[in-house]
């Protein structure tokens, strides 16, 4: 049962564009929600978070929206950099718990 | 350096083996987790630690078990390998709820 969805596993998008990575959760118990970023051969570095009482945070050209009803957070990053190229997971916990339960991650590519 | 340290880096091992790997969390860290990243896969939740003790189990086999010292460090050992168990896992560690901290991971291969 794969609590945190996310459905592209590839995005391509050119340098100086917006690009946009989508995640779906089934589990209305999650109240956090994170996105971490991997580069082959490292291990996931956290980008930025969440809580359930917001729907929208921001930092620097990275910014996470949660929409609660929909059960779907999406992380826009504006305006892409080629350095932005790498593999993104998004995560979510539940307060009760706190282990981190990720989605299959998108590899984005940012063309120079 | 993110301040976990997974060793080794790389492990060839034969089917059948036993294998131990290691992980130092971040200083000051409680919480330690392990995370199984098979070829084309998420992250699958193992096991994670809290001061020494188990606190949350994913879907980590009979064959796996794991445990957390006095000093924090905690020990994956997987038994009785399978081709499929190849994989990179991780480390990662937390003081705080959100705030994961991951270590390089240790590829395994077995063959």
């Known amino acids: 049962d794969q609590q945190v969805k996310q459905n592209s596993p590839s995005l391509s998008v050119q340098e100086g564009r917006i690009s946009i990575l989508n995640c779906d959760y089934t589990n209305s118990m999650f109240d956090y929600f994170l996105w971490y970023k991997k580069y082959p051969a490292e291990g996931p570095t956290f980008l930025i978070s969440i809580s359930s009482i917001k729907d929208k945070n921001e930092d620097g050209r990275f910014t996470v929206f949660l929409n609660k009803s929909a059960k779907h957070l999406s992380l826009h990053i504006v305006p892409s950099q080629p350095g932005d190229s790498a593999v993104y997971f998004c995560a979510a916990s539940a307060s009760n718990t706190g282990k981190l339960i990720f989605g299959q991650g998108t590899t984005l590519q940012v063309k120079p | 350096d993110s301040g976990v340290t997974q060793t080794p880096k790389h492990l060839i091992t034969a089917t059948g083996q036993r294998v131990t790997l290691r992980c130092s969390p971040r200083?000051?860290?409680?919480?330690v987790y392990w995370y199984q990243q098979s070829l084309d896969q998420g992250l699958q939740f193992l096991i994670q630690y809290y001061n020494g003790e188990e606190r949350a189990k994913g879907n980590i086999l009979e064959r796996f078990s794991a445990q957390q010292f006095p000093d924090l460090h905690s020990e994956l050992n997987l038994s009785s390998l399978e081709l499929g168990d190849s994989a990179l896992y991780f480390c990662?560690?937390?003081?705080?709820?959100?705030?994961?901290?991951f270590g390089s991971g240790t590829r395994l291969t077995v063959v």
């Open positions: 990662a560690s937390s003081a705080t709820r959100g705030g994961y901290t």
């Open positions: 200083s000051g860290d409680l919480s």
